[in-house]
């Protein structure tokens, strides 16, 4: 079995920071992509950020600037420092990963449960 648990999320007042974790664990032969989406109440999930397993990055326009994606190979573990945060980022967070289980299997998508970010005005 494969998981990816989030942790840092909370509530935070605009203007503030918050940092992200999200650590795979399991079955894990490598891990291509990682990345962080978010789901709004009512809203469709969106892309905020990925990371390359060779730390190629890639950010939504909305966070560009405010937002910083990083990873630890080792450590299979993604992080998302985010700065600035406006109360229009308040949402679900999810963490995700494109990886295979054992040498000569496909990538398959995985998904975190989520982790709540709040943000006051």
């Known amino acids: 079995q494969v998981q990816l648990v989030e942790s840092g999320g909370g509530l935070v007042q605009a203007g503030g920071s918050l940092r992200l974790s999200c650590a795979a664990s399991?079955?894990?032969?490598?891990?291509?992509?990682m990345g962080w989406y978010r789901q709004a109440p009512g809203k469709q999930r969106q892309f905020v950020a990925s990371?390359?397993?060779?730390?190629?990055?890639n950010y939504a326009d909305s966070v560009k600037g405010r937002f910083t994606i990083s990873r630890d190979n080792a450590k299979n573990t993604v992080y998302l420092q985010m700065n600035s945060l406006k109360p229009e980022d308040a949402a679900v967070y999810y963490c995700n990963a494109v990886l295979r289980r054992t040498v000569g299997g496909i990538f398959t998508n995985y998904w975190g449960q989520g982790t709540q970010v709040t943000v006051s005005s």
């Open positions: 399991g079955s894990i032969f490598s891990i291509n992509g």
């Open positions: 990371i390359t397993s060779a730390g190629t990055t």
